[in-house]
C-alpha cells in the first residue's frame, strides 16, 4: 500500500507564500515522476507542477516564476508558491508514480488533498 500525505495548506493573502510538502510512505521500491495537481470549486483538476526521477521539471503556464517543485530522496516533493492570488485558491493534489515491488507495475497514486485559500 502506497500513501502519499500533504502538509502546507493554509490561509494566506493575496502577494504571499505557502509551501506545500509531501511524503510517500508504503511499499514503495522506486518513485518516478512526482507532481502537484489542483481542484477548485466547480473546476476540473489541474496539473500545477511535475518532477521527474531526473530532476526535469514541469510547469503550467500560470505558475511559471512563481512556483518551484523540488524532490528529496526520502519520497518528498515539495512545491514553494509565491506571488500568490486568489484564483490560486484550491484544493492542493500530491501525485506519485510508484512502483510499489520490483515485480509490480508503476501505479499512479494521489493524497488526500490540502486547501490553499488566498484572500484578496
Known amino acids: 500500500q502506497v500513501q502519499l500525505v500533504e502538509s502546507g495548506g493554509g490561509l494566506v493573502q493575496a502577494g504571499g507564500s505557502l509551501r506545500l510538502s509531501c511524503a510517500a510512505s508504503?511499499?514503495?521500491?522506486?518513485?518516478?515522476?512526482m507532481g502537484w495537481y489542483r481542484q477548485a470549486p466547480g473546476k476540473q483538476r489541474e496539473l500545477v507542477a511535475r518532477?521527474?526521477?531526473?530532476?526535469?521539471t514541469a510547469f503550467a503556464e500560470s505558475m511559471k516564476g512563481r512556483f518551484t517543485i523540488s524532490r528529496d530522496n526520502a519520497k518528498g516533493t515539495y512545491l514553494q508558491m509565491t506571488a500568490l492570488k486568489p484564483e490560486d485558491t484550491a484544493v492542493y493534489y500530491c501525485?506519485?508514480?510508484?512502483?510499489?515491488?520490483?515485480?509490480?507495475?508503476?501505479?499512479?497514486?494521489w493524497g488526500q488533498g490540502t486547501q490553499v485559500t488566498v484572500s484578496s
Open positions: 501525485n506519485a508514480w510508484v512502483q510499489p515491488l520490483p515485480n509490480m507495475e508503476t501505479g499512479e497514486y
Open positions: 508504503g511499499s514503495i521500491f522506486s518513485i518516478n515522476a
Open positions: 518532477i521527474t526521477s531526473d530532476g526535469s
